[in-house]
């Protein structure tokens, strides 16, 4: 089998909010084409227009490749050395950011190609699913007043789901604020269901714990990315000086930067994004690295829901599983971009049984959303 064509999609709503942190606004997809034909879907949560164009340029030199020209006539099944020859290949461009949110895009395609031709899943590929179904909370912008907060945790209560966390938008700018609002959240999903709380880089690690010990009384589950990602001293400072659950992980890709954050940052819960840390390679790297500690993995994913089913098979495929992310935004990236929609019930989302990632992408939607 070989790779016949690498095929860049770019998805954007016509009105976009570049102020507000809502990553389902726009969206880059990848499909990877064989020449038995296999098709395997992938995505990368990064700039699509930015990401586009890394698949489609022609090579520069010996390592400043696009990354179709790396992947033609490949042996798709070969996933980890083909993992190498990109992240090789894109080292004058590359090694982070971009160039690995384009190779996380291509790795959840090769592996979703690899479980249609081995007949399994990915998490059946990742080791073996532990369980058919994934808890997950709802993740929505923290809006701006404590009406709207009420209003998107009621409406998560209402629509079965046993955790809720709220990010971004105001927090951090005034701590009475911070404190109206979380409380706020607290009251409206009840004592029973767990909190979240993704801090948007905004904080000192002094200004964090000020924040926590003022909203002891709402038991955040966690805390997370308070701290700008690099900042692996007040991420340790802060985990050491708070019985709260501290939380970070999705801004970084390559295992190294994990291993920092779990041995450096000693933080409790590592984030990696499938699609931007290195795709299901390096996901199941994290999943090995952390096994003995005893540290958290719970992917983040507010994209679509390619990114929220390969999470589900990421989480499947862990000893302890435990949250996956699920945006309730308002856009059609995340609910409607699947032919057949995931399957949620009491708080859960069924975990895809086909081979590969056992999704298939709505093609009339795809098509009217696609950007040329």
């Known amino acids: 089998m070989k790779i016949t064509a690498v095929e860049p999609i770019v998805l954007r709503m016509k009105e976009v909010d570049a102020a507000r942190a809502d990553g389902t606004q726009d969206a880059f997809l990848v499909r990877i084409l064989t020449d038995e034909g296999v ?6 949560d990064s700039s699509p227009y930015l990401a586009r164009t890394a698949v489609e340029m022609p090579s520069s030199h010996s390592i400043a490749h696009g990354v179709a020209e790396l992947l033609v006539g490949q042996d798709p099944l070969h996933t980890d050395r083909l993992w190498q020859r990109v992240f090789e290949g894109t080292g004058y461009w590359g090694r982070a950011g971009l160039a690995m949110h384009v190779l996380s895009a291509i790795d959840i395609a090769l592996w979703d190609i690899a ?33 709207e907060v009420t209003a998107i945790a009621e409406r998560a209560v209402a629509e079965g789901y046993n955790a809720l966390k709220l990010g971004w938008g105001p927090l951090g700018r005034e701590q009475a604020r911070d404190v109206e609002l979380i409380e706020a959240a607290r009251a409206a999903v009840g004592e029973q269901r767990d909190l979240m709380i993704d801090g948007g880089q905004a904080y000192t690690v002094k200004s964090a714990l000020q924040l926590l010990e003022a909203v002891a009384d709402c038991r955040l589950y966690w805390f997370e990315e308070a701290l700008a990602p690099d900042d692996l001293a007040g991420y340790r400072s802060l985990s050491e000086r708070t019985l709260t659950r501290i939380a970070t992980g999705e801004a970084d890709a390559g295992i190294a930067a994990f291993r920092a954050l779990a041995q450096d940052g000693r933080v409790d819960v ?52 435990t949250y996956a992310e699920y945006s309730v935004a308002d856009s059609p990236f995340v609910s409607r ?36």
């Open 39 to 44: 098709v395997g879907i992938g995505e990368g």
């Open 115 to 147: 479980g249609k031709v081995y007949g399994a899943s990915v998490a059946e590929l990742l080791g073996g699913r532990r369980v058919q179904s994934v808890p997950v909370y709802a993740s929505e912008v923290m809006p701006e007043s404590a009406a």
């Open 270 to 321: 590592l984030q990696p994004d499938v699609s931007r840390c290195g795709g299901f390679t390096v996901t199941r790297q994290i999943r090995d690295l952390v096994k003995p500690a005893g540290t958290l993995v719970v992917p983040h994913a507010f994209s679509t829901g390619v990114l929220v089913t390969a999470s589900l098979h990421v989480v499947a495929s862990l000893d302890r599983p």
């Open 337 to 372: 971009l699947l032919a057949t929609p995931l399957q949620f019930a009491q708080g859960r989302l069924a975990v895809p049984d086909g081979p590969g990632l056992g999704i298939e992408l709505d093609e009339e939607l795809l098509e009217h959303m696609r950007v040329a």
